[in-house]
């Protein structure tokens, strides 16, 4: 069976401009774990929801240390 067969023909895309935060709506919404990049009609890279988890993590992780250092300079 050739892929073209199986393939999504309605491809759900973001743009370098979008926030993760859209981009983490649309591919909850629909299901999606990656989406390809586009600019200007040309695809510029690819989103996985890896590297959106990834991105959450760390920016947690910052934001916590900062509390962190608050709370100790507070105490």
């Known amino acids: 069976m050739p ?3 199986l393939m999504t023909r309605a491809v759900l895309i973001c743009t370098p401009d979008d926030t993760v ?4 709506k649309t591919m909850t919404v629909n299901r999606a774990r990656h989406l390809p990049v586009v600019h200007r009609d040309k695809l510029v890279g690819i989103v996985s929801i890896g590297d ?3 991105h959450r993590l760390e920016k947690l992780a ?14």
């Open 3 to 5: 892929v073209g067969d």
């Open 21 to 24: 935060t859209q981009v983490m």
């Open 52 to 54: 959106i988890v990834k």
């Open 62 to 75: 910052l934001e916590a240390d900062a509390l962190r250092d608050a709370y100790i300079a507070m105490h």
